[in-house]
């Protein structure tokens, strides 16, 4: 039982560049969602995904696009990277008893 | 909207009670409290929940007055191992799957 997984574990990217990061859990939860976390700060909500099929905007969704690919995957996209969108990404899914699992994180630099 | 408000930081020494209070005044009807305990470089992990009164598990205390305005965690004894940023989080006010973290309260024990 992996929890929850994010690929990759770091990036580096050039500013415009796009990428896609991935995450999947395997405790058969409805709600996932995405944070991002600056150095020194607390987590910022960009999406979150309450059921398969649906997504949610959160508090900083601009700039960012979300996929709710099965109840397993939940993926989150940077169409045109910019060095604003360099953080640590954390993915977590959600039980029914409201408790959040969180993944290892994604961190990423853009240069 | 919901939001939370925290210290931002507590000193303590190994051995001693450590309570950090938690303040969201707009927290809707149905909204649970739920603490969250962040190491670096690692993601939150959960560490109690509560609706109202007390809730108590292996590893902390959760005390929710009546009006439910606020919140205290409760540490008992703890351990350099103990430091770490802890997290209030409630709902966004709609009593939905919307979540926002507030900025934490950074514990440092000390030995």
């Known amino acids: 039982n992996a929890g929850v997984t994010q690929t990759p574990k770091f990036q580096v990217l050039k500013t415009g560049q796009s990428m896609t990061l991935q995450c999947a859990q395997d405790?058969?939860?409805?709600?996932m969602y995405w944070y991002r976390q600056d150095p020194g700060m607390g987590l910022r909500l960009i999406y979150y995904?309450?059921?398969?099929?649906?997504?949610d905007k959160g508090e900083v969704p601009n700039g960012y696009n979300v996929s709710r690919l099965n109840k397993r995957e939940f993926s989150l996209r940077l169409e045109s990277a910019a060095p604003s969108q360099t953080s640590v990404y954390f993915c977590?899914?959600?039980?029914?008893?409201?408790?959040?699992?969180f993944g290892p994180g994604t961190r990423l630099t853009v240069l | 909207l919901a939001k939370t408000t925290q210290p931002i930081s507590m000193d303590s020494y190994e051995g001693q009670e450590v309570n950090i209070t938690c303040s969201h005044n707009?927290?809707?009807?149905?909204?649970?409290i739920t603490w969250y305990q962040q190491f670096p470089s690692q993601g939150p992990r959960f560490i109690i929940q509560?609706?109202?009164t007390k809730v108590t598990n292996e590893v902390a205390s959760l005390f929710i007055p009546a009006d439910r305005k606020s919140s205290t965690l409760s540490l008992p004894r703890v351990s350099l191992s103990d430091t770490a940023v802890y997290y209030c989080?409630?709902?966004?006010?709609?009593?939905?799957?919307?979540?926002?973290f507030g900025a934490g309260t950074r514990l440092f024990v000390k030995a």
């Open positions: 977590a899914s959600r039980d029914t008893y409201n408790e959040q699992f």
């Open positions: 405790m058969n939860h409805n709600s």
């Open positions: 995904s309450a059921s398969e099929g649906t997504t």
């Open positions: 707009n927290i809707a009807t149905n909204d649970y």
């Open positions: 509560g609706y109202k």
């Open positions: 989080l409630v709902g966004d006010g709609s009593g939905g799957f919307k979540t926002i």
